[in-house]
């Protein structure tokens, strides 16, 4: 199921899902997502690209999908 993570609090709460730290005082949105997207990539490379493109798989731009295949290995 896609799922989208529009702003700090969706993050926080998918941080605790994931056992990964709250964000850091005067850490920037940008900053603690792609923190967050580096933590949750190993276990789940979707949800983590849905954390980084801020929506769900299934409004990926192609862009963003290139991007997903390229962390894949996939396309060079």
């Known amino acids: 199921m896609p799922m989208d993570f ?4 969706s993050l926080k709460n998918c941080a605790k899902v994931h056992g990964f730290r709250q964000p850091m005082e005067g850490e920037s949105e940008p900053a603690y997502r792609t923190a967050l ?6 276990r789940d490379m979707i949800e983590s690209m849905e954390i980084r493109n801020k929506v769900g798989w299934d409004r990926f731009t192609p862009e963003q999908e290139r ?6 290995g996939l396309i060079l």
């Open 37 to 42: 997207a580096d933590h949750v990539q190993p």
């Open 6 to 9: 529009p702003d700090m609090q």
């Open 67 to 72: 991007d997903l295949l390229k962390r894949k």
